[in-house]
């Protein structure tokens, strides 16, 4: 079975789900899950875990990602984008300063709406399978942030540009509100994730590419787990330790050597005497042991 993290570049027409059931495919195994939704008509990057590697899903979604969008002035849909049913249609009175001023103002945090067509949960029912019904329900704001806000070109009633922000981000939502605040109100009409925590677009594969790769044998593309991690301290355990890293116990820090045993109180990532990723585990103090905080192998079950 593969573990690690693949780059993948999730084109136009494919929901986030059918990237993983092809991956299935592709690898014939079922351990495989995505870092965070895109909609069918957005691309871009989508990391795409495999294996032990499934249990950092949640760790990529709650990264900063970045995104090229196009926010289309003058018209206001019920999905907040271009494929949605248009509800309005606007003249845009606003100049050229007046919108960048606008998208702009938004840098920052502030409190975003949740749209009804989204993948969030609201009483364990998704926004979007009850917005298919005809139901809305009420939402909570809440805060997100946008770091940084680029505008890369303006032809009115057109506006692109790049927008790095916190997780939980809508970027329909933020072209609709900033719609709102000209007035005029506004769509997201394309959108492209440049970026997801550290996984970039110039090295993203399509799903072709990773067929063709694998078809040859060749899998250096699968990005290992432990380079999620690599800014804390490497351990190793020694044999001796083989057991108890198997049973999910502590490690007597007499068993385990540290490259920086002061930031192993935080974290470090632990290793066996044959370089194989163990997980990460945190020292309970100076000289005492190491206790384990999320496993991704046990060095009893290792194929070679």
């Known amino acids: 079975m593969a573990d690690g993290i693949i780059n993948v570049y999730k084109e136009k027409g494919f929901t986030s789900f059918d990237v993983v059931a092809k991956l299935r495919g592709i690898f014939r195994q079922k351990k495989i899950g995505h870092t965070g939704t895109l909609d069918p008509d957005a691309e871009g990057v989508l990391p795409v875990c495999l294996g032990s590697a499934t249990k950092v899903c949640g760790l990529l979604t709650d990264r900063d990602k970045e995104y090229e969008a196009v926010l289309l002035l003058g018209v206001v849909t019920d999905t907040q984008d271009i494929s949605g049913e248009v509800l309005a249609e606007k003249d845009v009175t606003a100049d050229e300063e007046a919108v960048r001023s606008a998208v702009c103002s938004f840098a920052g945090s502030y409190m975003q709406l949740p749209p009804m067509y989204s993948a969030k949960k609201v009483g364990g029912k998704k926004l979007c399978d009850l917005a298919r019904q005809g139901i809305s329900v009420e939402r ?47 769509c997201m009409e394309q959108l492209t994730r440049t970026r997801a925590a550290d996984f970039l677009i110039s090295d993203a594969l ?22 999620l991690f690599l800014m804390h301290p490497k351990a190793v355990a ?35 005497r044959e370089s194989r990723f163990i997980g990460l585990y945190v020292l309970t103090q100076p000289g005492g042991d190491y206790k384990p905080v999320k496993l991704f192998r046990q060095c009893g079950r290792q194929k070679r």
């Open 238 to 272: 020694g044999h001796e330790a083989k057991k108890l890293i198997e049973n999910g116990n502590r490690i007597p820090g007499k068993l385990v050597q540290c490259e920086d045993e002061e930031k192993a109180c935080t974290c470090t990532r632990l290793y066996d």
């Open 206 to 227: 399509k799903l072709s590419e990773i067929e063709a790769y694998v078809s040859k044998g060749q899998t250096a593309f699968i990005r290992p787990v432990d380079s």
């Open 140 to 186: 909570t704001p809440r805060a997100v942030e946008i770091h940084e806000i680029e505008i890369c070109s303006v032809s009115l009633p057109r506006v692109r540009c790049r927008v790095s922000c916190s997780k939980g981000t809508y970027i329909r939502t933020l072209c609709q509100d900033i719609g709102e605040k000209l007035g005029c109100g506004g």
